[in-house]
């Protein structure tokens, strides 16, 4: 899965020789825009919605920088972004 910015033939050749669908949203400047099928569609929002998640725990959440060592901790302080995360959508929600 890739947006525009990786429109082009070999890539998109690539995964069809190993037997993968590629999901490569097509850039409009090249040329008439051609839409991707429905099933493609379905897959790349979920693209968005991961990037979109994994953007937001970088940005909003404090894992751009990490000041702790060794992988238990690393690991903890992410789980409490997600978690962060969590609680912001389901407050969200019940505003």
């Not at 910015?5 to 490569?24: E, N």
């Not at 400047?29 to 990037?51: F, H, S, W």
């Amino acid at each position: 899965m890739a947006d525009a910015a990786y429109d082009a033939a070999s890539l998109r050749t690539l995964p069809k020789g190993l037997g993968l669908v590629p999901v490569i949203d097509q850039n409009p400047r090249r040329g008439e825009k051609i839409p991707i099928d429905l099933d493609r569609v379905c897959r790349y929002k979920g693209q968005t919605y991961a990037e979109l998640f994994f953007a937001r725990l970088t940005d909003k959440f404090g894992s751009r920088m990490i000041f702790v060592r060794g992988n238990w901790k690393v690991m903890t302080r992410l789980i409490y972004g997600v978690l962060a995360i969590l609680a912001d959508q389901l407050l969200g929600h019940i505003s």
